[in-house]
């Protein structure tokens, strides 16, 4: 069990780092939606690149945030009925919930494998004229994202299933 907290420790960190990545892209985001704001209300045109770099900025955002949520505790849960389970039965719960999500994760990566291998062999980009040619990448973040949020699904059972066994 010290081995397997320790990796669960490890995979923390590897969160904690692509944490820090979403925070270092959502300000970026922020100057860009307002670069695009300015540019379409003050100038009176934005570019299609700048305004399709938005969404090719949110991807990884949103896709690497969910998973620093559920390292933070920050996900949503049904506190009026989790908060009235004992410790032991909440930490059942944790542990059963978490390993779904990870057999969730792993579905969502085995089912867009197909999507992200066909634009990577075409390497794929936008249709708009003056859009982004690196759509390719946006889509490869999906089993990335996924494959960190099943890890630190694992991580997350590993410490509920530490818990159960007395090893807080």
Same mark, same amino acid.
């Given at each position: 069990?010290?081995?397997?907290?320790?990796?669960?420790?490890?995979?923390?960190?590897?969160?904690?780092?692509?944490?820090?990545?979403?925070?270092? /892209?959502?300000?970026?985001?922020?100057? /860009?939606?307002?670069?695009?704001?300015?540019?379409?209300?003050?100038?009176?045109?934005?570019?299609?690149?700048?305004?399709?770099?938005?969404?090719?900025?949110?991807?990884?955002?949103?896709?690497?945030?969910?998973?620093?949520?559920?390292?933070?505790?920050?996900?949503?849960?049904?506190?009026? /009925?989790?908060?009235?389970?004992?410790?032991?039965?909440?930490?059942?719960?944790?542990?059963?919930? %978490?390993?779904?999500?990870?057999?969730?994760?792993? /579905?969502?990566?085995?089912?867009?494998?197909?999507?992200?291998?066909?634009?990577?062999?075409?390497?794929?980009?936008?249709?708009?004229?003056?859009?982004?040619?690196?759509?390719?990448?946006?889509?490869? %973040?999906?089993?990335?994202?996924?494959?960190?949020?099943?890890?630190?699904?694992?991580?997350?059972?590993?410490?509920?299933?530490?818990?159960?066994?007395?090893?807080?």
């Amino acid at each position: 069990m010290t081995r397997a907290l320790a990796v669960a420790d490890a995979i923390d960190m590897v969160t904690r780092i692509a944490g820090r990545i979403a925070a270092a /892209l959502l300000l970026a985001l922020i100057a /860009l939606v307002f670069f695009n704001v300015f540019g379409r209300y003050v100038v009176g045109a934005s570019p299609v690149w700048a305004q399709e770099l938005e969404w090719h900025v949110m991807a990884p955002i949103a896709l690497l945030g969910v998973t620093v949520l559920l390292l933070e505790g920050g996900h949503v849960r049904v506190d009026m /009925l989790y908060d009235k389970l004992p410790g032991r039965a909440q930490h059942m719960l944790d542990l059963v919930s %978490m390993l779904i999500g990870a057999v969730i994760a792993v /579905l969502f990566i085995k089912y867009s494998y197909g999507f992200v291998d066909s634009a990577w062999s075409i390497r794929e980009g936008s249709p708009d004229p003056g859009g982004l040619p690196g759509r390719y990448v946006v889509k490869a %973040m999906i089993p990335v994202g996924f494959g960190l949020f099943a890890l630190q699904c694992l991580a997350n059972a590993v410490r509920h299933a530490a818990a159960l066994r007395g090893r807080a």
